[in-house]
């Protein structure tokens, strides 16, 4: 059997954030034991197949902001995604504090 990729390790982690809990770009790198590699973390999001049921969306920067800027397709196709789990998004974002995923 082979060793998981660093992408594959990413998309283990993103998909296992419950509905309704974000993770930031740091956190995961952490738990895929990418250390402060976050900045890598969109790069492997950005790699996902087309069809794939991994909740991108889930992922956000650390001090609560979607990271696609206001307006955009990407950031109202993100925060619709986390409107419909019952994730509050004002103005961009989300409260860490009420919403981030604690495993």
Do not use: N
């Not at 419950?18 to 999001?45: E, F, H, K, N, T």
């Amino acid at each position: 059997m082979t060793e998981p990729t660093k992408d594959q390790k990413i998309w283990q982690v993103v998909a296992a954030i419950p509905p309704g809990c974000v993770a930031s770009y740091g956190q995961v790198a952490d738990m895929a034991g990418l250390g402060r590699q976050a900045r890598y973390i969109g790069r492997a999001l950005g790699k996902l197949p087309a069809g794939h049921s991994i909740p991108w969306y889930r992922v956000i920067r650390s001090d609560g902001q979607i990271a696609f800027p206001i307006g955009s397709e990407a950031f109202e196709v993100q925060a619709q995604s986390l409107r419909e789990e019952g994730v509050v998004v004002v103005d961009g974002r989300i409260s860490m504090k009420q919403y981030q995923w604690r495993p």
